[in-house]
């Protein structure tokens, strides 16, 4: 009768199989080179004892823990929860779990939080889009296998996945002037965000090429209750529009709008970026540039995947909004 599987120790399969706990530590982790016929007279023993080695003592003794980190700045975001989703069920897949880190959008705090969770993980999936470049390629070497997302730095010997924000951001302006409206508000994220940079460019790119709108500038930050608190600035302002960073800022924004007497899209269109779930659900449901988080963490996956193992991990990708229209824009009142 064979052994019960919880008792039965490397010791007893060496014994039975008459090697030692070496040879049947390196036979089980696929790492012995010695005489294939010693080889099959472990696994025989094992098979017949009922014995697996534990994951915890497997990744001792390879030096793998099986789990890469990730690391965002505010997991409550349901767009980084979309990331996560696609990386963490990929991985999954290959045997790999993912551990995450939430910086709580505070930058300072990102090198050391990626330096601790990259020392209990294999590698790291770093979405930073807050982190100086500076110390982002002082950081980079040490977190290696690293890969980026949300963020382009052609410094670091990573692959990074982005988004085309400053497209995307584009497509939402021309889209506004269109239905004729001439007075822009973009109610602006973190000022050391790089998606935030590249949003601002891209409304630069339209300033330049449409010269008859005004684009005003109005600080926010990347969640509900700043685009909640930028309500009043926005009415000041005069714009028959607002872009705001994301949806989340959009949302809390058109609340703040309503508390103020202030109707969407009547009074004023707004927009948002990133098109969560909940985007389409709100009242009225929001225009924004859809962006497929969870392919993104697919993508990240495969690109860590190959790392790992060993091979070359394929071109960076950005990937490219969609304008989805919806009920917050329409034309401005005459």
């Known amino acids: 009768m064979a052994a019960n599987r919880a008792s039965v120790t490397i010791a007893d399969v060496a014994r039975r199989a008459g090697v030692s706990p070496a040879t049947v530590s390196r036979v089980m982790n696929g790492r012995f080179a010695g005489d294939p016929e010693v080889a099959e007279r472990v696994r025989d023993a094992a098979t017949a004892l009922s014995y697996a080695p534990s994951p915890l003592a497997r990744s001792l003794a390879l030096g793998q823990t099986q789990a890469i980190a990730f690391v965002v700045p505010d997991l409550a975001n349901p767009a980084f929860q979309s990331v996560l989703a696609g990386l963490s069920k990929t991985a999954a897949r290959d045997g790999y779990r993912v551990l995450v880190a939430d910086s709580g959008e505070s930058p300072s705090d990102e090198p050391l939080l990626a330096a601790e969770i990259r020392r209990r993980t294999d590698a790291i999936v770093l979405c930073a889009p807050r ?3 500076e110390q982002l390629l002082d950081l980079a070497d040490r977190l290696q296998p690293l890969v980026l997302i949300n963020r382009v730095a052609t410094q670091v010997a990573s692959p990074s996945l982005s988004i085309d924000y400053r497209t995307g951001i584009y497509a939402i302006a021309r889209h506004l002037y269109e239905l004729g409206h001439r007075h822009l508000a973009y109610v602006y994220g973190p000022e050391r965000s790089a998606s935030n940079a590249y949003r601002e460019a891209g409304l630069s790119d339209f300033s330049d090429e449409h010269p008859d709108v005004r684009v005003d500038r109005v600080p926010a930050g990347a969640g ?16 028959t529009a607002a872009l705001a960073f994301n949806d989340l800022v959009a949302i809390g ?4 709008l309503r508390e103020l007497g202030v ?3 009547d009074d004023i269109s707004v927009t948002g970026f990133d098109d969560i779930p909940l985007a389409q659900y709100v009242a009225p449901a929001l225009t924004t540039a859809s962006v497929p988080h969870a392919d993104l963490g697919v993508v990240a996956w495969r690109r860590m995947h190959a790392l790992l193992r060993g091979e070359e991990p394929g071109h960076d990708v950005v990937f ?5 229209l919806r009920d917050s824009s329409a034309a401005p009142r005459a």
């Open 253 to 256: 924004l058109i609340g703040g």
């Open 224 to 239: 509900s209750d700043d685009g909640r608190a930028a309500a009043g600035d926005v009415r000041q302002s005069g714009a």
């Open 263 to 265: 109707s969407v899209p």
């Open 320 to 324: 490219q909004p969609r304008l989805e």
């Open 131 to 133: 982190m100086p470049e």
